[in-house]
T-cell receptor
Framework: DAKTTQPNSMESNEEEPVHLPCNHS???????IHWYRQLPSQGPEYVIH???SNVNNRMASLAIAEDRKSSTLILHRATLRDAAVYYC??????????????FGKGTLLTVNP | NAGVMQNPRHLVRRRGQEARLRCSPM?????VYWYRQLPEEGLKFMVY????????ESGMPKERFSAEFPKEGPSILRIQQVVRGDSAAYFC?????????????FGNGTRLTVT
């Protein structure tokens, strides 16, 4: 699986937007960009995914660079419950039936009240 | 629709005992993944199963660990003769068949402590 690079940690204030960056310069044409987060003492939780176009859902927005070598997860108004480790993951659909996710170290997001 | 259920939530075993971790996937999901998270480390893939078949076990330790997902019942991750280094959180995830883009749904894990 292609690798991603994320900052180890970021800090935000409550009610402010948060932009979590991810670099994936070796992304292939069949890689989708997935974001998951893991709250303390819980399993990972799916946030959003995309291929080329920007995506929005009730949790977040995903902005994908035109060359697809980077992406940004946007939380529009951070809350204390958004404090978690955020993982940017490339998921390959080029063939076969192996759809596993390979987690890196992620970004630890701290939200200040 | 209930989420992925893992039990027990916490499991304590003495060195040399066996640990059995259970995972019931979401309704309609026939793909199961097991991950391990050692203290202060990231999530590591262990094994990917479909009903009655192991598809990818590239992350499973060669000895003492086994996994199954029978036609009926939950998926089981079995660790024989546990050692202290097996102490970790074990997470199970599931996804539906035939939907390549479907996200994985994770349970809240089983925390294994080996004393």
């Amino acid at each position: 699986d292609a690798k991603t690079t994320q900052p180890n940690s970021m800090e935000s204030n409550e009610e402010e937007p948060v932009h979590l960056p991810c670099n994936h310069s070796t992304i292939s044409g069949t890689d989708y960009i997935h974001w998951y987060r893991q709250l303390p003492s819980q399993g990972p939780e799916y946030v959003i995914h995309g291929l080329t176009s920007n995506v929005n859902n009730r949790m977040a927005s995903l902005a994908i660079a035109e060359d697809r070598k980077s992406s940004t997860l946007i939380l529009h108004r951070a809350t204390l419950r958004d404090a978690a480790v955020y993982y940017c993951i490339l998921r390959d659909y080029s063939g076969g039936s192996n759809y596993k996710l390979t987690f890196g170290k992620g970004t630890l997001l701290t939200v200040n009240p | 629709n209930a989420g992925v259920m893992q039990n027990p939530r916490h499991l304590v075993r003495r060195r040399g005992q066996e640990a059995r971790l259970r995972c019931s996937p979401m309704k309609g999901h026939s793909h199961v993944y097991w991950y391990r998270q050692l203290p202060e480390e990231g999530l590591k893939f262990m094994v990917y199963l479909q009903k009655e078949n192991i598809i990818d076990e590239s992350g499973m330790p060669k000895e003492r660990f086994s996994a199954e997902f029978p036609k009926e019942g939950p998926s089981i991750l079995r660790i024989q003769q546990v050692v202290r280094g097996d102490s970790a959180a074990y997470f199970c995830a599931s996804s539906p068949p035939g939907v390549h883009n479907s996200p994985l749904h994770f349970g809240n894990g089983t925390r294994l402590t080996v004393t």
